[in-house]
């Protein structure tokens, strides 16, 4: 593959880069977020303004048995011999739940209340609890008990005037309180919404069918990641809830709201789901791309397909180039592609038109909430990209997803 001169190719991205910072881009808008319930589960995503989806993660995606998760699980079995317990929470590995840190009277088939305290590891799968916990700014939701705890670094003043204050509050879990703790009034009402949380968690627990995730650590990460988002919808009570306790504890300027609609269906996420394991995906101007995966990268070719160039050939390839890269960048977004990424443009002759096809991409990567960079582009035209690996590609989970709706049958 022969490649421009290292100093030409560094002009062409420096200078690029510049200009896309200088210049405010058409193509970049405000989204807004979505969160979901659909098919059992929730998706996060975003919109643009035309409805066009660009990050989409279901939540078993963004949550892969780590540390602090919450489920449903299934008791599969009970081995007195390691006096544990057995239970699917619908990983590849199942979990152990050791008779520690049950709460209750299980048996198998009972579907329970479980959160990991540990990892999956190779084949062996999470370490489960009953006794799950939720984490605030200035303190911590402990279930199965009505105790106080207090952080050994607090100063014994401000504990007794805690323990004063919170004596003859309706507390239904036990907490630990924070050092950092201050402003009482503040206190009390994260203690009542963590409260809240974990009875509506129990109550969804009673009444719904597992195995499936609840709540998951890294879910809401993605309100901070999210450069261009402003708003945040769900139809998802939970969800509203956590997303309100996580803007306010992160200082972010996102609005929330919660309305009853059926999300799923007015954004199409069943197209979107196939859209994103299409190969052929066609522009605005008859143009199209071929994305594929190989052994080692991902590919995106563009063509001209219906486009008519005549007279003005450049100007034609230039408008079919930048549509290219307004869309690629969103189907890297919406497959969660990642690794070595190499965009095959069509031909142009014009540096100018070479500088600003640099900028442009080099704009629609800077409003990825992962993080991805533009490092080349070479005489053929062919641009390299590397994106951040960040759970895996949405493609990987449909498959994983259809192979264990299979063995389920």
């Known amino acids: 593959m022969e490649?421009?001169?290292?100093?030409?190719?560094?002009?062409?991205?420096?200078?690029?880069c510049t200009r896309a910072m200088r210049k405010r881009w058409d193509t970049v808008t405000m989204m807004k977020l979505y969160i979901a319930k659909w098919q059992e589960q929730l998706y996060y995503y975003t919109v643009d303004d035309y409805d066009h989806i660009y990050d989409l993660y279901p939540q078993s995606m963004l949550a892969e048995t780590a540390e602090g998760n919450i489920y449903i699980g299934v008791v599969q079995e009970k081995k007195n011999a390691i006096s544990s317990a057995f239970v699917n929470i619908g990983e590849e590995n199942i979990g152990f739940l050791p008779y520690r840190d049950v709460t209750a009277e299980i048996k198998s088939g009972d579907s329970i209340l479980v959160q990991a305290v540990r990892s999956s590891s190779g084949q062996k799968g999470a370490k489960l609890t009953m006794k799950f916990s939720l984490e605030g700014s200035f303190a911590v939701l402990l279930s199965?008990?009505?105790?106080?705890?207090?952080?050994?670094?607090?100063?014994?003043a401000k504990r007794k005037g805690l323990e004063e204050f919170l004596r003859d509050k309706d507390r239904r879990y036990g907490f630990i309180i924070r050092s950092g703790t201050e402003e009482e009034t503040a206190l009390w009402q994260e203690m009542q919404a963590l409260q809240e949380q974990a009875e509506r968690l129990e109550e969804r627990a009673k009444y719904g069918k597992g195995p499936c995730i609840l709540r998951?650590?890294?879910?809401?990460?993605?309100?901070?990641?999210?450069?261009e988002v402003d708003e945040v919808y769900t139809n998802d009570r939970p969800s509203f809830d956590q997303a309100v306790a996580y803007v306010k504890q992160n200082g972010?300027?996102?609005?929330?709201?919660?309305?009853?609609?059926d999300y799923a269906l007015r954004h199409d996420l069943a197209g979107a789901l196939k859209e994103a394991e299409k190969k052929k995906i066609w522009?605005?101007?008859?143009?199209?791309?071929?994305?594929?995966?190989t052994e080692a990268m991902n590919v995106i070719d563009v063509n001209t397909g219906k486009t008519k160039g005549g007279k003005e050939h450049e100007k034609t390839v230039f408008k079919t180039n930048?549509?290219?890269?307004?869309?690629?960048?969103?189907q890297i977004?919406?497959?969660?592609?990642?690794?070595?990424?190499?965009?095959?443009?069509?031909?142009?002759?014009?540096?100018?038109?070479?500088?600003?096809?640099?900028?442009?991409?080099?704009?629609?990567?800077?409003a990825d909430p992962v993080?991805?960079?533009v490092h080349d582009l070479t005489k053929l035209g062919i641009m390299e990209l590397t994106r951040k690996k960040k759970y895996d590609s949405l493609a990987v989970w449909a498959e994983q997803r259809r192979s264990y709706i299979e063995e389920g049958d």
């Open 333 to 366: 977004r919406l497959r969660n592609l990642s690794g070595m990424i190499l965009i095959d443009f069509i031909d142009m002759k014009e540096p100018a038109h070479q500088r600003e096809l640099l900028a442009k991409m080099a704009a629609h990567l800077a």
């Open 144 to 156: 199965g008990e009505n105790k106080l705890y207090f952080s050994q670094k607090m100063e014994r």
């Open 216 to 227: 998951g650590r890294e879910d809401l990460d993605i309100l901070k990641n999210c450069k």
């Open 283 to 293: 522009l605005p101007g008859g143009g199209y791309l071929i994305l594929e995966k």
């Open 3 to 16: 490649k421009a001169g290292y100093s030409q190719a560094q002009a062409l991205l420096t200078d690029g």
């Open 322 to 330: 930048l549509e290219a890269a307004k869309e690629a960048a969103r």
């Open 371 to 373: 993080p991805a960079l």
């Open 252 to 261: 972010l300027s996102l609005a929330v709201h919660y309305r009853e609609v």
